[in-house]
Structure formats: structure tokens, C-alpha cells
């Protein structure tokens, strides 16, 4: 496998951009508390593990058949990320906490049954996001080598990829009962996305080359 570093560095920042599982997130921990985040990790977690097995399956044959298609993968990866750079650096806004606890002021449900709504939306904005495979598409084939197990590489690399993106989540989840400030604070929003996003313009040019 090529690269470990470079690519556990990438998987890192992919998982740390703001998104919909952001969101959606910090609605749920806002809301309804730090346990409806836990299980709302839970549901990406899923959610990341079904894209794995999918990606896993297609994969494998893809990428030992094909050297040329292999190639093309590559570069339309570092296109990719090259884009989410550019994206992320001019995007005005991350998102506002005030927005989403207005949004979380609705009457509250019971525990046990909040949490298991967390989780399956979480499930569901994962499993019903085409863009999910897509980066198990254009970013783990750049890391394999052909010569060796391409199966074992690719589970390695996608075990990597849902292991960092639950201690991310859950760190955040714990993120903001105390840095709520932080969050919220348009100059931290401002400095954190332009700094990712040349990062990503950054490794997309290494990796086309």
C-alpha cells in the first residue's frame, strides 16, 4: 500500500469539511443531546460501512482488470479533490448554531425514540448520498498497489476512512457543549475553510501528478 500517511492525512481533512453529516450532527447533539449525537454517529457509521461493502465488492474487480481505467480514477481523485478545495477555501459560511438551535426548538420526544430517529436519519443521508461512493471511488484506488492484495487494501483503507470519521464525530460531538464560541465565531469559520481548502487544492495537484 502507497502512501498510508498521505492518504490517512486526506482521509482526515475529507471527513473533517463540514457537510451535510455536519449538520446534522450538530442539530441533533444541540437539540436533544449529547446521546442523540452518539447515535447519530452511530447511523454514519452504518451508513459508511454499507458504501465500504459496496465499494469493496466493485472495486476489486475494476482496479485488477484494468490499469487504464485505474489511471483515469486517479486523476478524476485528484480533480476531486483539487474542486472541494476551491469549494471549501470560497464558500462564505460553514454553518450558524443560532440557525440550527432555532430549527432544534421543537417539542421534544422521548428519549429512546429521538435517538433511534437520530440514527436513521443518519443511515439514510449516508446510504441515499451518491456522493458517499465517490469518494471511495476517486480517493482509495490512488493509494493501492496492484501487486499486491487489492481486496485487503481496499477494506484497510475504508476501515481507516469509518474509524476516523467516528472519533471526528464523536470528538464533536463533545466539541460543542464546549466550544459553542468557537463554532460560532464567523472568523474561526473563515480561517478553518480557507486553510482546508488550500490543503486540498495542495494534495490534489501531488496526487495528479
Known amino acids: 500500500m502507497d502512501s498510508l500517511l498521505t492518504y490517512v492525512t486526506i482521509a482526515a481533512m475529507m471527513v473533517i469539511i463540514p457537510g451535510a453529516d455536519t449538520m446534522l450532527l450538530v442539530k441533533n447533539t444541540l437539540g436533544y443531546g449529547a446521546k442523540a449525537g452518539r447515535f447519530t454517529v452511530l447511523g454514519m457509521a452504518t451508513g459508511l460501512c454499507f458504501w465500504t461493502l459496496i465499494a469493496i465488492l466493485g472495486l476489486a474487480v475494476v482496479i485488477a482488470k484494468s490499469v487504464i481505467l485505474f489511471s483515469t480514477i486517479k486523476y478524476l481523485g485528484a480533480a476531486y479533490l483539487i474542486y472541494l478545495g476551491i469549494r471549501s477555501f470560497f464558500t462564505k459560511s460553514v454553518f450558524s448554531l443560532k440557525e440550527i438551535q432555532a430549527q432544534a426548538n421543537a417539542p421534544i420526544k422521548s428519549s429512546k425514540r429521538y435517538n433511534k430517529e437520530a440514527f436513521m436519519q443518519a443511515l439514510l443521508s449516508n446510504v441515499l448520498n451518491p456522493k458517499t461512493v465517490l469518494v471511495y471511488i476517486t480517493i482509495m484506488p490512488?493509494?493501492?498497489?496492484?501487486?499486491?492484495?487489492?481486496?485487503?487494501?481496499?477494506?484497510?483503507?475504508?476501515?481507516?476512512?469509518?474509524?476516523?470519521?467516528?472519533?471526528?464525530?464523536?470528538?464533536?460531538?463533545?466539541?460543542?457543549?464546549?466550544?459553542?464560541?468557537?463554532?460560532?465565531?464567523?472568523?474561526?469559520?473563515?480561517?478553518?475553510?480557507?486553510?482546508?481548502?488550500?490543503?486540498?487544492?495542495?494534495?490534489?495537484?501531488?496526487?495528479?501528478?
Do not use: C, H, P, R
Not at 490512488?142 to 467516528?166: C, G, H, P, Y
Not at 469559520?189 to 481548502?197: C, E, P, R, Y
Open 142 to 209: 490512488q493509494f493501492i498497489n496492484l501487486k499486491e492484495n487489492v481486496n485487503e487494501q481496499l477494506i484497510i483503507l475504508a476501515l481507516i476512512l469509518t474509524s476516523l470519521a467516528v472519533v471526528w464525530f464523536l470528538f464533536l460531538v463533545q466539541l460543542i457543549d464546549y466550544a459553542k464560541k468557537w463554532l460560532n465565531n464567523s472568523k474561526f469559520q473563515k480561517i478553518f475553510q480557507k486553510s482546508t481548502g488550500i490543503m486540498l487544492v495542495a494534495f490534489g495537484v501531488k496526487t495528479g501528478i
